[in-house]
């Protein structure tokens, strides 16, 4: 029932583009994208709350295809800072206080 | 500082022997859970509770205790440890958790072992 995140992995080098894409099997509510760096805890970038929703974070942006039942990941023009684990959040509705988390995307960015 | 606070840090304790990780909040918030990490698993979702006395369980309650006496603090009760339950664990609140719609704040992390 956990979300699938796709790639598992992911190596890029400074100044190159990637998409993190999470998958449900069930109905999304709300999808939240957090970003963990080795041994820290993860911390949160963004919420996408309806379907269509496109939010953007600095060079870091998502979208949210309720449709499909997934949301994806935009990094552009990578930094050696934007390394570490990404992890989708979903509530499968809008009264469920259940939060699953993705299985998680692992990026590292090269020099 | 905005935080969530979780105690210990690192721990390693034997099978069988009752343990009690801390977690506390002190951005007023409704809502509070607890995860744990395993390599390729992702967090997976033990507790959570939405306020006060109200609790109920996420996708691996087995083990596992919680209680929410005060609306800052959401203890993890692990009453008779097994080696399944080495893992790293993380206590998280938000504002409010129905349907997800706010962010959650983490705290730094427990990294159990149980031999």
């Known amino acids: 029932q956990q979300p699938v995140q796709s790639p598992q992995a992911v190596i890029l080098r400074e100044g190159e583009d990637a998409v993190i894409n999470c998958s449900s099997s069930?109905?999304?509510?709300?999808v939240h994208w957090y970003r963990q760096k080795h041994g820290e805890a993860p911390v949160f970038l963004m919420i996408l709350l309806k379907g269509g929703e496109q939010k953007g974070h600095e060079k870091i942006s998502a979208s949210f295809n309720e449709k499909k039942q997934q949301s994806s990941l935009y990094l552009t023009a990578s930094q050696l800072s934007y390394s570490g684990t990404y992890f989708c959040g979903t509530a499968s509705f809008s009264g469920t206080y259940k939060y699953i988390f993705g299985t998680g995307t692992r990026l590292k960015v090269l020099a | 500082e905005a935080q969530v606070t979780q105690n210990p840090r690192y721990l390693i304790t034997v099978t069988g022997k009752k343990l009690t990780v801390t977690c506390s909040q002190n951005?007023?918030?409704?809502?509070m859970s607890w995860y744990r990490q395993d390599p390729g698993l992702g967090l997976r979702q033990i507790y959570y509770?939405?306020?006060?006395?109200?609790?109920d369980k996420g996708d691996v309650p087995e083990g596992y205790k919680v209680s929410r006496k005060e609306k800052r603090n959401f203890p993890l009760i692990l009453e008779s440890p097994s080696p399944n339950q080495t893992s790293l664990y993380f206590c998280?609140?938000?504002?409010?958790?129905?349907?997800?719609?706010?962010?959650?704040?983490f705290g730094q992390g427990t990294r159990l072992t149980v031999v």
């Open positions: 069930k109905a999304l509510y709300s």
């Open positions: 509770s939405m306020n006060v006395e109200v609790t």
């Open positions: 998280a609140s938000s504002l409010t958790g129905q349907g997800g719609y706010t962010e959650a704040f």
């Open positions: 951005m007023n918030h409704e809502y």
